[in-house]
């Protein structure tokens, strides 16, 4: 009796002690005798777990998971991420690879496979838009207009093809922890993919589903964090689609001087808070139209408050000196992140609102005649 009672409690033992253990083993084509190192994601940082040494081009790893849900891992070979896992408690995953990570294969999990997959397309489309930019380069240089903005047009369809395959793949996979990495992936530009604040609702879709499978997941509490935060942008977004808003968001962001310049400088004008990106020829046009409506009505009242969403400072200081634009002008090189996109909630530009003398936001996006007329009959 005393035998069997041993034999079941070390067989609990062994089921217990070996729950959290997962294996990772594989080969790595052009690597005999060296070290790739490990590491785990932390929501948005990777922490380095081990250095794994690698005999005859082959690796074998016992892994201590941090939870019972699954989490993210990567393979990396000098600066290079060669290989990606989904690992779940007791999971075997077995794997091939080169030094680069171009040839990777996978077994032993499908959420493993559905993120080789995510990350196989992020690949096909960073090509796509290196190869489209650098064929807008060359338009621009000669000054082929009409041949760059075709350019432009595909690589916003490239963009809008990238969301809808991310879109799809939530939709297919509603339960897979995939979809977390997918709902912040970026376009090649640092774009989000998911910038739209209507796009709050598919993360709480994620959320939902996640939360009924992994509830004690770290991914699922920040995505509550983040539909939070998401959430009052939209709130703030809506206000400002009211008519005759009441009040508007102060910026203050640095100039091509480093200095703080802030939109209540102006209270008590009419005045044109522009969102814009130097990099586009587009808007750079645009400006000299700007720039034509800031002579006429200037000494009436009317300025122009101008913010870059430009991740290259350099250029776009360039770009202001170059075109002599007379109005304030910031940027503080976060791009989509800066703090007067995410207080407007701008999803794309160009983007203006238009705000009376009593701080009232009172048109956006009015191009043209429609803005000039506007802003006439705000200055009388």
């Known amino acids: 009796m005393r035998r ?11 089921i217990s002690c070996g729950s959290d253990k997962s294996i990772i083993k594989g080969s790595i084509k052009g690597l005999n005798d060296s070290k790739v190192v490990l ?18 081009g082959k690796i074998f790893y016992r892994l201590k998971t941090h939870s019972d849900s699954p989490e993210f891992y990567y393979l990396y070979y000098n600066s290079n991420k060669i290989a990606s896992f989904v ?8 794997f091939s690879t080169d030094t680069l990570g171009n040839k990777v294969i996978s077994e032993g999990s499908e959420e493993t496979l559905l993120l080789q997959e995510i990350e196989k397309n992020a690949a096909k489309v960073a090509f796509k838009f290196d190869s489209l930019v650098k064929v807008k380069s060359e338009y621009d240089s000669v000054g082929d207009t009409a041949s760059s903005k075709s350019v432009d047009y595909q690589l916003g369809s490239l963009y809008v093809k990238q969301k809808q395959g991310a879109i799809k793949h939530i939709y297919t996979y509603p339960n897979s922890i995939t979809n977390v990495p997918l709902l912040y992936q970026q376009f090649p530009n640092g774009l989000p ?4 604040s209507r796009d709050v609702m598919l993360f709480k879709r994620v959320c939902d589903s996640l939360s009924n499978k992994y509830p004690k997941s770290t991914f699922v509490a920040n995505l509550k964090d983040e539909i939070a935060k998401r959430d009052k942008i939209l709130a703030l977004n809506d206000k400002i689609e009211e008519a005759n808003i009441s009040g508007h968001p102060d910026i203050s962001l640095p100039d091509i001087n480093s200095r703080k310049r ?8 009419v005045i044109l808070l522009s969102f814009w990106s130097s990099q586009d020829v587009n808007q750079k046009m645009m400006n000299q139209e700007l ?16 913010v870059s969403v430009d991740m290259d400072k350099t250029a776009w ?3 202001v000196t170059d075109q002599q634009l007379p109005w304030i002008s910031v940027c503080d090189g976060k791009g989509p992140n800066s ?15 238009l705000i009376s003398k009593d701080g009232s936001i009172v048109a956006k996006d009015i191009f043209g005649e429609e803005l000039e007329q506007k802003v006439s009959s705000l200055l009388r």
Do not use: C
């Open 4 to 14: 069997l009672i041993a034999f079941l409690v070390a067989g609990v033992l062994a």
């Open 39 to 56: 590491k785990h994601l932390a929501f948005n940082t990777q922490e380095i777990v081990d250095t794994i040494p690698v005999e005859e």
């Open 87 to 94: 690992i779940l408690p007791g999971n075997e995953i077995k």
């Open 193 to 196: 993919i998911f910038a739209d």
């Open 262 to 269: 802030s939109l209540s400088e102006f209270e008590g004008n």
């Open 291 to 306: 720039l034509e409506l800031y002579r006429k009505y200037n000494d009436k009242g009317f300025e122009i408050y101008q």
């Open 317 to 319: 200081a360039r770009a």
């Open 339 to 353: 703090s007067g996109v995410v207080s407007y909630n701008v999803n794309k530009v160009p983007s203006i609102f």
